[in-house]
């Protein structure tokens, strides 16, 4: 059960932050022990949607150069006690942490943590390069537009250079009224465009933005989203989650 699990994209935007943060909170839901680690060291932002801003002084670059201990930069939520989290550090400049030490902590967090989420940036930069290195899965994560979706095959293909550890696709931001008005491929080509197996899928919702911005979990509202964040979550302990039926009909419409 215990994984390391890195949430990577390509391209920006495609709702990485948001997916790590809906999912810690679903483990959590869900009895798990859950660490999530903001690994965007130049445009930090996973505190938000968890909401747990400024609560510790400390981010994991402190921990790789040993100015602080790692029970010091973990921040345990006020609200699910099994959910915690590891900052990024704070300057724009910040330089690529390093990746032994990353990997390291990240075995480390792994001993007493079910599950250790680590938020990539965009791109496939050296950094994305060493988070996948050290990670035993990875979330790829794309929109259903062409654009993102090549940047995920980009990412496919530093995931097969980087140790190849077993990856999903989740396709967020899906608006099945496009799909199938036609004016966007079907699920099953999508999976096909990007080579990966699906995890899930996550409808498109504005009120993410509410919650995301007010430190609140999407799972367990009323919003579109909350139960296939649950699905993604419960995926990743192994259950044996079927697409719910709307997407079963529709998939390769
Ligand atoms: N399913 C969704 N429906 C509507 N809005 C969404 C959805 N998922 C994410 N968003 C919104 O999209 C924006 C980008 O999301 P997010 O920051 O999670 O992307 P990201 O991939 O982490 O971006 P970056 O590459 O910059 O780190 C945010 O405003 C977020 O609230
Ligand atoms: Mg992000």
Redesign the pocket.
Known sequence: MNKIIGIV?G??????????ANVAFSLAFAGKKVIAIDG?IS?K?LDI?LGMTDKSAYDFTDVLSGRCAVDKAIQQHDDYPGLHFIAAPQQIDADSPNAEGFAQLCRQLKQTYDFVLV?A??GVGRWVRDIIGCCDQCIV?ATPDLTALRDAQRVVQLISDSGNPPSRLVI??VSPTMINRGYLQNIDDMMDSVALPLLGL?????S??IY?NSGKPVAGTKSV?SQPFKNIAMRLCNNNVPLDKYWRKNKNR
């Open positions: 994209s391209k920006g935007g495609v709702g990485k932050t948001t997916l790590c965007d445009l932002n949607p938020d940036p965009a994560v967020n931001k996550v409808p498109t919702d504005d993410i933005v995301s989203c």
